[in-house]
């Protein structure tokens, strides 16, 4: 006779969503534990970061462009201990400490839970000195802003202005573009002005003033804008871009369409995110963390996130 549980699916504690709403649909319970592929990793979650994007796919508002498979388990950023190993993935072993950007084309198991899938193209190893809370902090808004960075073709001398200099990826982006020898000027509230300078940026303030603060810095204009924030934030560009200058938005497509920039969306990248958690490690690159929640307090932790009065990232740890 089998002993007792012989056969039944090993589960593990997640927090999920069953269908598309507000926070309220969050629930702490037991899911089975997830499979892995060839080329994947199952990773022990010690930490995962939240974004925005997250409880946007839970309120439905990005169907049509990511798929959902209900119910599912939130969250793209991770930090964990590999638990398992797939049959090939020769980068990792049994008990490596890894980060990742783990977005899949489908939504399902996400880091907001004991477990989590992690296919190899997106994980990299965490670094001596870097720990599990501010590596979770670092995935996608980190890559966000590197490859915000590294298409706008910015460099030494240029002049940049970042829009939402003191959010989570902009003041990534901020500290990335000064790294490379730009000149930063970045929007942000006027209560956020003392951060935004720490970081290395001159600030400035959103609103109907932004064109003359921005030209009091910069007579002649930026060579590149960063947006990322959206919404009104490129109004201005026509009246601050010099001629041959470049527009990179996260959120509006008249940075291309208008301006002949680009929209970008976030791709996982490991090597990038290997140089993004060795710039944290030495201290360079610097990491601002909200708030730290108890996977048994997860919902409470994106109802603070959906709030938009944080700053820096909120972690989950597991």
Same mark, same amino acid.
């Given at each position: 006779?089998? #002993?007792?549980?012989? !056969?039944?699916? =090993?589960?593990?504690?997640?927090?999920?969503?069953?269908?598309?709403?507000?926070?309220?649909?969050?629930?702490?319970?037991?899911?089975?534990?997830?499979?892995?592929?060839? &080329?994947?990793?199952?990773?022990?979650?010690?930490?995962? !970061?939240?974004?925005?994007?997250?409880?946007?796919?839970?309120?439905?508002? =990005?169907?049509?462009?990511?798929?959902?498979?209900?119910?599912?388990?939130?969250?793209?950023?991770?930090?964990?201990?590999?638990?398992?190993?797939?049959?090939?993935?020769?980068? @990792?072993?049994?008990?490596?400490?890894?980060?990742?950007?783990?977005?899949?084309?489908?939504?399902?198991?996400?880091?907001?839970?004991? +477990?989590?899938?992690?296919?190899?193209?997106?994980?990299?190893?965490?670094? &001596?000195?870097?720990? @599990?809370?501010?590596?979770?902090?670092?995935?996608?808004?980190?890559?966000?802003?590197?490859?915000?960075?590294?298409?706008?073709?910015?460099?030494?001398?240029?002049?940049?202005?970042?829009?939402?200099?003191?959010?989570?990826?902009?003041?990534?982006?901020?500290?990335?573009?000064?790294?490379?020898?730009?000149?930063? *000027?970045?929007?942000?509230?006027?209560?956020?002005?003392?951060?935004?300078?720490?970081?290395?940026? $001159?600030?400035?303030?959103?609103?109907?003033?932004?064109?003359?603060?921005?030209? $009091?810095?910069?007579? $002649?204009?930026? &060579?590149?804008?960063?947006?990322?924030?959206?919404?009104?934030?490129?109004?201005?560009?026509?009246?601050?871009?010099?001629?041959?200058?470049?527009?990179?938005?996260?959120?509006?497509?008249? #940075?291309?369409?208008? @301006?002949?920039? *680009?929209?970008?969306?976030?791709?996982?990248?490991?090597?990038?995110?290997?140089?993004?958690?060795?710039?944290?490690?030495?201290?360079?690159?610097?990491?601002?963390?909200?708030?730290?929640?108890? +996977?048994?307090?997860?919902?409470?932790?994106?109802?603070? +996130?959906?709030?938009?009065?944080?700053?820096?990232?909120?972690?989950?740890?597991?």
């Amino acid at each position: 006779m089998p #002993a007792a549980g012989a !056969g039944l699916p =090993l589960s593990m504690k997640a927090l999920v969503y069953s269908d598309f709403g507000g926070s309220d649909r969050f629930a702490l319970t037991e899911v089975p534990d997830p499979h892995i592929g060839p &080329d994947t990793l199952l990773v022990r979650v010690v930490a995962a !970061g939240l974004n925005p994007v997250d409880y946007k796919i839970r309120e439905g508002y =990005l169907r049509g462009l990511i798929d959902v498979a209900l119910p599912a388990v939130p969250g793209w950023d991770v930090a964990g201990i590999v638990e398992k190993v797939g049959l090939d993935t020769p980068e @990792f072993e049994v008990g490596d400490r890894i980060l990742a950007y783990a977005r899949a084309d489908l939504v399902q198991h996400g880091s907001v839970a004991e +477990l989590m899938p992690v296919p190899v193209r997106t994980a990299a190893h965490i670094p &001596d000195g870097l720990s @599990f809370e501010d590596a979770a902090a670092l995935p996608l808004a980190g890559l966000t802003a590197l490859q915000s960075v590294l298409r706008s073709g910015l460099g030494e001398g240029d002049t940049v202005l970042v829009h939402n200099a003191a959010g989570g990826v902009g003041s990534f982006g901020v500290q990335l573009a000064r790294l490379r020898g730009a000149r930063v *000027i970045g929007t942000a509230s006027a209560g956020k002005h003392d951060y935004v300078r720490a970081l290395g940026a $001159e600030p400035v303030e959103y609103g109907d003033a932004i064109v003359g603060q921005v030209k $009091e810095l910069a007579p $002649e204009g930026v &060579d590149v804008v960063l947006d990322f924030i959206g919404g009104s934030a490129l109004d201005s560009t026509s009246e601050l871009l010099r001629e041959g200058g470049f527009v990179v938005s996260i959120a509006d497509s008249r #940075a291309a369409t208008e @301006f002949g920039g *680009i929209s970008l969306w976030v791709r996982p990248d490991a090597a990038q995110l290997a140089e993004l958690a060795t710039l944290a490690a030495e201290g360079t690159l610097t990491i601002e963390r909200a708030a730290s929640y108890p +996977l048994a307090e997860a919902a409470d932790a994106y109802r603070e +996130l959906e709030s938009g009065h944080t700053r820096g990232k909120i972690i989950v740890t597991i």
